[in-house]
């Protein structure tokens, strides 16, 4: 499982950077993403949604983290 961390970084740039690698990646592939972002974290569940990718986990906790398979 590929490990993609956004901590840090605002929105769209984390939304680019996943989006990107799930377009390049096979199906049945998982990612763990993990942000500090509350706000880009909810960002992220909406592209899982709107991607049809699987939500498999999700840590509201802090730091956010979402594991998802395409």
């Known amino acids: 499982m590929e490990v993609i961390d956004v901590s840090g970084q605002q929105c769209p740039d984390p939304?680019?950077?996943v989006a990107t690698a799930l377009a390049n990646a096979p199906a049945g592939a998982r990612?763990?993403?993990?942000?500090?972002?509350?706000?880009?974290?909810?960002?992220?569940?909406?592209?899982m949604a709107?991607?049809?990718v699987k939500i498999?986990?999700?840590d509201e906790a802090g730091?956010?983290?979402?594991?998802v398979e395409k």
């Open 15 to 17: 939304l680019k950077t």
């Open 31 to 47: 990612f763990k993403i993990v942000t500090d972002d509350y706000v880009c974290y909810m960002m992220l569940r909406r592209l």
């Open 50 to 52: 709107l991607n049809e």
């Open 56 to 58: 498999l986990e999700a």
């Open 63 to 67: 730091p956010y983290s979402l594991v």
